[in-house]
């Protein structure tokens, strides 16, 4: 290839668009671009789409945790302050994360959407890609590539009391809060 691509959008069938596109408009801000009773292209940023949703006439089999398919999409905030404003909205409106995960190279929330795909919610922890992979390639990320559940009202609160950016979005902060569900597990069987 001549260019390197850039992922331009994501595309899901649905047999229940009027919800997945409100979810959708909720948890990214998106706004639709176009619509009709099969169709619904939406956007959150200067791309003209970015999100289409796609109802069949015919009805369609419901996905499993289990089933074969696109684990999740992923949407990167600029900072934390931002991801947890975003976690503190979506609340409100009764959305909240499956799972939170401490990667070490992002911060992470894990919501499903009415569908039961996964949507990620992220923060990078490095502000360059050269460090992230210098991370991904050390030895807390080999011992353990998935990383800790953490309470994202804890962080919120912690964030907001004053605790710094870089002590919240290590894995060992997150590991001092309460036990949590394995979070590949919760992902597995939510």
């Not at 289409?52 to 089999?61: C, D, I, Q």
């Not at 934390?80 to 995960?101: M, V």
């Not at 050390?138 to 919120?156: C, H, K, N, S, T």
Request: charged share 15%; net charge negative.
């Amino acid at each position: 290839m001549s260019a390197t691509p850039k992922l331009a959008h994501i595309v899901l069938m649905t047999g229940q668009l009027p919800a997945m596109r409100d979810w959708y408009a909720k948890v990214l801000g998106a706004h639709v671009v176009y619509e009709n009773p099969g169709l619904c292209f939406m956007t959150f940023d200067d791309e003209h789409h970015r999100l289409a949703l796609v109802a069949p006439p015919v009805p369609l089999t419901p996905r499993t945790p289990l089933t074969a398919c696109m684990h999740h999409s992923a949407y990167t905030f600029a900072g934390l302050s931002d991801l947890l404003e975003s976690y503190a909205r979506l609340k409100a409106l009764n959305i909240e994360p499956l799972t939170p995960i401490q990667h070490g190279v992002t911060t992470s929330l894990y919501y499903r959407d009415p569908d039961g795909n996964l949507v990620e919610l992220q923060v990078d922890n490095f502000a360059h890609p050269d460090a992230a992979t210098a991370y991904m390639q050390g030895e807390e990320f080999a011992a353990d590539p998935i990383g800790p559940a953490f309470d994202p009202q804890a962080m919120l609160d912690a964030l907001q009391a004053g605790t710094p950016v870089a002590t919240l979005i290590t894995r060992a902060w997150a590991r001092s809060g309460p036990s949590l569900p394995d979070p590949m597990t919760r992902m597995m069987s939510a």
